[in-house]
């Protein structure tokens, strides 16, 4: 890989993670169009351990007051959020655990399933704006189901975000507190993924991406995360969702007809 391909993939990365548009998908059409770039280890840990980054300096503040009033060991309001965001972790680590190696079948240049499953995001993300501004806040069940959108979301193409956020509005809950949970949810599937990743992964040689465009990667990652994330807060809370569908849609189909 080399230092431009990697700047085009950690941006794409860092951008795609927080908007509603599949940074899966989008990497791997990235990885198509840049000559069928080969799948590679810690360029995947790095650029997502980037974007995990990006989040945490974000929401800083809200980390820290989780941390505080979970460490007060009472049941306090903070102790109950977090508990609700652990719960959302349950279903995309029961989907990780027992089919893995199908789901990284689907990683392997398959331009036309991602298509697909862009289209499909654009649908979902056209629901969005036909769903009136709800005040609820995320209950237990909502967090569980909330979970089951982001499970369904390893599959390349289906927005991460797009699918917890919607999944939210149309359980009611309020626009801000929805993004809010959709990117903070995001914390312990991708942190524990990278660990196992870590911890089992081959980082042979022929499996690895040179010092300099891991770096490259990983900045560009982190610094579009970032632009990524704030903007992604602005565009929800105006429901401005429905430009992001119409260009899922555009590619989405470009992928299934042209590629």
């Given at each position: 890989?080399t230092?431009?391909?990697?700047?085009i993939l950690?941006l794409i990365?860092?951008l795609t993670e927080f908007?509603?548009?599949?940074?899966?998908g989008?990497?791997e059409i990235g990885?198509?169009?840049?000559?069928n770039?080969p799948?590679?280890?810690?360029?995947?840990v790095a650029?997502?351990g980037a974007?995990v980054?990006?989040?945490?300096?974000?929401?800083?503040?809200d980390?820290?007051?989780?941390i505080?009033g979970?460490?007060?060991?009472?049941m306090?309001?903070e102790?109950?959020?977090?508990?609700k965001?652990?719960?959302?972790a349950?279903?995309?680590?029961?989907?990780g655990?027992?089919f893995?190696?199908?789901?990284e079948a689907?990683?392997?240049?398959?331009?036309?399933?991602?298509?697909g499953?862009?289209?499909l995001?654009?649908l979902?993300?056209?629901?969005?704006?036909?769903?009136?501004?709800?005040k609820r806040?995320?209950s237990w069940l909502?967090?569980?189901v909330?979970?089951?959108a982001q499970a369904?979301a390893v599959l390349?193409?289906?927005s991460?975000?797009g699918?917890t956020?919607?999944?939210a509005?149309?359980?009611g809950?309020?626009?801000?507190?929805?993004t809010?949970?959709?990117?903070?949810m995001v914390?312990l599937?991708?942190?524990?993924?990278?660990?196992m990743?870590?911890y089992?992964?081959d980082?042979?040689a022929g499996n690895?991406?040179g010092?300099?465009p891991?770096?490259?990667?990983?900045?560009?990652?982190f610094?579009?995360?970032l632009?990524a994330c704030k903007?992604?807060?602005?565009?929800?809370r105006?429901?401005?969702?429905w430009?992001?569908?119409?260009y899922?849609?555009?590619?989405?189909a470009l992928a299934l007809?042209?590629l």
């Amino acid at each position: 890989m080399t230092a431009l391909e990697a700047l085009i993939l950690g941006l794409i990365q860092g951008l795609t993670e927080f908007l509603p548009v599949s940074s899966s998908g989008h990497l791997e059409i990235g990885k198509y169009l840049l000559g069928n770039l080969p799948e590679s280890l810690n360029f995947t840990v790095a650029v997502h351990g980037a974007t995990v980054l990006s989040i945490i300096v974000v929401f800083w503040k809200d980390i820290v007051s989780l941390i505080r009033g979970l460490f007060a060991f009472k049941m306090n309001q903070e102790t109950v959020y977090v508990l609700k965001l652990l719960v959302s972790a349950i279903p995309v680590g029961i989907v990780g655990l027992l089919f893995k190696d199908q789901i990284e079948a689907l990683f392997s240049g398959r331009i036309r399933f991602v298509g697909g499953m862009l289209v499909l995001t654009g649908l979902v993300l056209f629901t969005a704006s036909l769903v009136p501004a709800g005040k609820r806040k995320i209950s237990w069940l909502d967090s569980f189901v909330i979970g089951i959108a982001q499970a369904v979301a390893v599959l390349p193409g289906i927005s991460r975000s797009g699918s917890t956020i919607v999944t939210a509005l149309l359980l009611g809950d309020d626009r801000t507190e929805a993004t809010r949970f959709s990117f903070l949810m995001v914390l312990l599937p991708v942190i524990g993924a990278n660990m196992m990743e870590v911890y089992s992964g081959d980082f042979s040689a022929g499996n690895s991406v040179g010092t300099g465009p891991l770096i490259i990667g990983a900045v560009a990652a982190f610094i579009s995360g970032l632009f990524a994330c704030k903007w992604m807060l602005s565009l929800v809370r105006k429901g401005k969702l429905w430009y992001f569908a119409v260009y899922c849609l555009i590619i989405g189909a470009l992928a299934l007809f042209f590629l």
